[in-house]
């Protein structure tokens, strides 16, 4: 039927379902009772799954709004440290479209259900006395350990999760990575093989535990990025 009207540029009135238009210059031509959910077809050639939609049209997806800038964890969405949600944030009360999934460092907060936008403007961290990550390694100056601490995302860990820095400034986390997506950084691996070196291990124990990195699973690398010079560093652990 929509293929019948695209070629003829009539309407079509399929039984109970919404009127077929070539254009939507003729929906004015309609009585008023049908003009409301008639269907314009597209220009293009239309396939199975696309007829199927304008007869029975699926609801748009619900536009959310930009996630607030974090220097310090660029696509927390990507990490799974942010995802989607109706529900209203408990720090704020409104409806924000998102929700933060990570970890809450607090006495008496709450453990779940904060908006990504009452942690960047600091309003979880004063309301509960609260931290998103448990600690950042390094020599960093005080508003840098307060920017990643309490105005951004954590992410879960095995263990306590621990913000890595470089360059005298919090690293970028970029997320979980395991032995096969660390092949693309061959700087955070040896920042990995510095730290197991560390431990006093053998070679071949680094080495193997290096191969054992799953990112779904344990042993696991939380990958990050300088900020400044663009080095890749990573740590790993487990339970």
């Known amino acids: 039927m929509a293929e019948l009207a695209r070629r003829t540029g009539a309407a079509v009135l399929p039984l109970d379902c ?27 050639a239309l396939t199975g ?27 927390p969405v990507a990490t799974g440290s942010v995802t989607t949600s109706d529900v209203p944030c408990v720090c704020c009360g409104q409806e924000r ?7 809450v460092r607090s006495v008496g907060g709450p453990d779940s259900g904060i908006c990504p936008y009452c942690i960047a403007f600091g309003k979880a961290a004063e309301r509960y006395d609260a ?31 621990t913000w890595l820095t470089h360059c005298g400034d919090g690293a970028e ?11 693309r950084y061959p700087d955070a691996v040896d920042d990995l093989r510095r730290r197991c070196a560390e431990w006093a291990w053998p070679a ?18 939380y990958l990050f990025r300088c900020r400044a010079c ?5 740590y790993a652990d487990s339970t």
């Open 18 to 44: 919404p009127v077929i238009l070539t254009s939507e210059a003729d929906r004015r031509h309609l009585p008023e009772s049908l003009r409301a959910e008639a269907i314009v077809l597209a220009p293009a």
């Open 97 to 103: 479209g998102w929700v933060y999934t990570g970890p």
């Open 204 to 221: 071949d124990e680094v080495e193997d535990f290096l191969g054992s990195l799953d990112k779904d699973d344990q042993p696991t690398a």
């Open 230 to 234: 663009a080095t890749h560093l990573a």
């Open 173 to 183: 986390f970029l997320g979980l990575a395991g032995a096969k997506e660390l092949e």
């Open 131 to 161: 931290t998103f990550a448990e600690a950042i390694e390094g020599d960093v100056q005080k508003d840098v350990v307060t920017a990643v601490l309490r105005h951004t995302p954590g992410f879960l860990a095995w263990q306590s999760p």
């Open 49 to 75: 799954s696309a007829i199927q939609l304008l007869i029975s049209p699926q609801p748009e997806p619900r536009r959310r709004p930009a996630l607030p800038r974090f220097p310090y964890h660029p696509n």
